[in-house]
């Protein structure tokens, strides 16, 4: 547990004193959390952890970055040991009310698919009857796999894994005949196998995975924050205001949303507690929901995953988000 950190004080409050985010990510997934070769922490849902500082410090680095397993994630957002989970983690029933946690919005919708050998020739998720399947612990995908093969009268077996790294390990080393995990996350995983298009990734999905940041329960003005921060980049891809051109928008539109978004009418950020110019600092200095999307698993990316339903709600997607007035 942080120095000095009281779950029941405001976590905004808490967190400026200290000067620094406590960012949970996860311990290593290409596209959405991991380190490069000088051991800095990029991904989508590290660039979420670096807007909410740029929201609240002006300044997106101010971000410690707290790497957990599935296993350690909640206990470590309920104890007060981090501020916020930004995590690939799934918004279900359970976790938003037995677990004292609030879901702000969803980053990514996501949904559990199926990676298998090429060499395997199968086509088909109703082709693994009998399979034996490495699975990550402490997951959603356990319960859908289950659910999965009752519903279609099919038996399989199963090696567990602590962390999504060991569980690709296990795929690569033949201790299954199929990995599965949300789609994205095989997408990710497979980068990192030695010969990774000797592995193909079925086009099925078996569930709903909306993933997203999470805070904890009893704290609406830090879950405010964290959720507006985040309205603000979808807000910012739909108005079409980038990092490269927010700066001329904000000298010369007229467009009364935009000038809203950039802080210069409205409230501003005294509805948040946070500097006037906090939506723009996000904006400039970590980007909109595109842009952030596309370099860390769009076409920018190695993983070169499409949008879909990540695409805004006037662009064919579900991605939308309340106007900023």
């Known amino acids: 547990m942080l120095s000095g950190f009281s779950v029941q004080a405001g976590t905004l409050d808490e967190v400026k004193k200290r000067g620094t985010l406590v960012c949970g990510v996860s311990t290593g997934l290409p596209g959405f959390s991991s380190t490069d070769e000088k051991g800095h922490w990029k ?31 909640f206990t470590a957002l309920q104890s007060g040991e981090i501020d916020v989970l930004v995590r690939g983690t799934t918004w279900t029933k ?32 109703k082709e693994l009857d009998g399979a034996i399947f490495c699975i ?8 859908n796999l289950a659910d ?9 077996d199963a090696v567990v894994f602590d962390t999504h790294d060991q569980a690709a390990k ?15 996350q095989l997408y990710a995983l497979r980068t990192q196998l030695s010969k990774p298009y000797d592995a193909v990734i079925l086009k099925e999905i078996i569930s709903k995975e909306p993933l997203g940041p999470v805070v904890r329960q009893g704290d609406d003005a830090w879950f ?8 603000a980049m979808i807000n910012a891809d739909e108005l079409g205001v980038t990092s490269a051109n927010v700066d001329a928008m904000k000298r010369r539109s007229v467009n009364p949303a935009i000038r809203r978004l950039v802080g210069l009418d409205g409230d501003k950020g005294q509805s948040l507690d ?25 076409k920018g990316s190695a993983l070169r995953i499409r949008r879909g339903l990540n695409a805004l709600w006037k662009d064919g997607g579900i991605q939308y988000a309340p106007p900023m007035r």
């Open 136 to 143: 990550h612990a402490g997951t959603t995908s356990e319960l």
């Open 274 to 298: 946070l500097p006037d110019d906090w939506s723009y600092q996000v904006i400039k200095q970590v980007g909109n929901y595109a842009e952030v999307f596309e370099r860390n698993v769009g």
């Open 170 to 184: 296990g795929f690569e080393a033949g201790r299954c005949d199929c990995l599965t995990s949300d789609q994205s």
């Open 224 to 231: 405010n924050v964290v959720r507006w921060t985040f309205f």
């Open 43 to 73: 991904g989508l849902d590290v660039d979420g952890c670096r807007a909410i500082a740029a929201a609240v410090f002006g300044d997106a680095n101010k971000v410690k970055y707290a790497p957990l397993n599935a296993k350690e994630r």
């Open 94 to 125: 359970h976790r938003d009310t037995a677990l004292g946690l609030n879901f702000v919005g969803v980053n990514y919708y996501d949904g559990q698919g199926f990676m298998v050998p090429k060499k395997l020739g199968i086509t088909s998720a």
């Open 148 to 156: 999965y093969f009752a519903k279609n009268n099919m038996k399989y």
